[in-house]
């Protein structure tokens, strides 16, 4: 489960986010494209932009659900 205390700075500020579990597989980059960026000197994901339309909110959940190592968070903010 992500833990909002490990969040990385990158992400804009939001609901949702990723953590330093973050393995770098792409997951949520290929579901949500409009959200997710990858740090390339970090080698993880970040959130760049929080979901702003009912879609957007439904992939960044789907890529959160799909997580392999639960990086992804939604804190409800």
């Known amino acids: ?10 992400n ?3 609901a949702f986010y990723v953590d330093d579990q973050c393995i770098d597989c ?10 997710f960026k990858r740090d390339d000197d970090g080698g993880h994901s970040y ?20 997580c392999p190592v639960e990086a992804i968070g939604d804190d409800g903010e």
């Open 1 to 10: 489960m992500a833990d909002a205390s490990n969040r990385y700075s990158q």
């Open 12 to 14: 804009t500020q939001g």
């Open 26 to 35: 792409d997951l949520c980059r290929e579901t949500a494209p409009a959200n």
């Open 47 to 66: 959130l760049f932009k929080q979901p702003e339309t009912p879609e957007e909110v439904t992939l960044c959940k789907e890529a959160m659900e799909g």
